[in-house]
DNA sequence: CCTTTATAATTGTGTGTGCAAGCAACTTTA
DNA sequence: TAAAGTTGCTTGCACACACAATTATAAAGG
């Protein structure tokens, strides 16, 4: 049977878990009408004065080119500021930015506690760290 | 430190790891002009005479639409060919997709030990599977 | 038999992400 | 200090996938 076939497969398994987690998650954070992605984004944010969009893509595991258009929809949304200093982008979070903490705190929650109901916690967790370790290696690997 | 938080987000390392894998896994197909969800397409018309593009969603867990497109583009190679009967699709292979089984199968190998190379052989195929089942339980609520 | 409902597939549109090329500013070297 | 290289960011283009609306066919009910 096929179906054996691919769930063996991590390409296959990884990108349906994408798939699905990505469905709740941005069904989460709709609620405060901003993408997971752009979430984590501006956590990343609020954690220095000023964040650099290397550091972000650092920080988030993306492409340059990615943070740039996250970050063309965030300060039309009125959330981030962004101050050119030399050659570099300084990002920081406006009051409205900050006002969003609270609840994109709360939406991480319920994303949690969605999928662990589920999975159950310890499992849920578990799985969580793992593919936190995968990631890791394989992307070590991948940048030589 | 935030790095901490998103390692502890499965939504955030389920789409790293997705994308790490993915790039190994194009890398892989392209040395035969695939995408990979294109070769798993092929794959699962290999297994019947002829197939519906209800089945291949079903099994490729895709939205109709996505396979729409997908068949669109392996007609186009020459690949498949699409026998339209009643208001279904039924795809088959041609000769010339059926040529391809061999080197699909290859691919399918080398991006596994590629992968198991880095986490271990072990570890790979217990995280796959792990993965298998997490998206499994995520999906069945999700679709009620 | 005709109308209603259900199902299979397609089409239009949008989102998230990446790559490659380009631009602008900084750094190194001569 | 000028030329060459490097770095940070942006832009154009492309791809994979999804959702919603539509079309086309089949099935069910009066």
Redesign the interface.
Known sequence: M??I?????????????????????EREFATIGLS??SA?LL??VY?KESISQKEIAQ???LQPSTVTRLIEKLIAKGVIVNRVEGRMSLISSTEKGIALADEIQRC?TN??SN?ND??GEK???E??????E??E???F??KG
């Open positions: 096929l179906e076939f691919f769930k063996e497969c991590l390409y296959f398994t990884a990108s349906r878990l994408s798939r699905v987690i990505t469905k709740m998650a997971p992605t984590f956590m990343a954690e920080i988030l595991h991480w994303l949690r999928y589920i999975l499992q849920g967790d799985l969580t760290l793992q593919i936190f995968a990631s290696q394989l992307e690997i991948e």
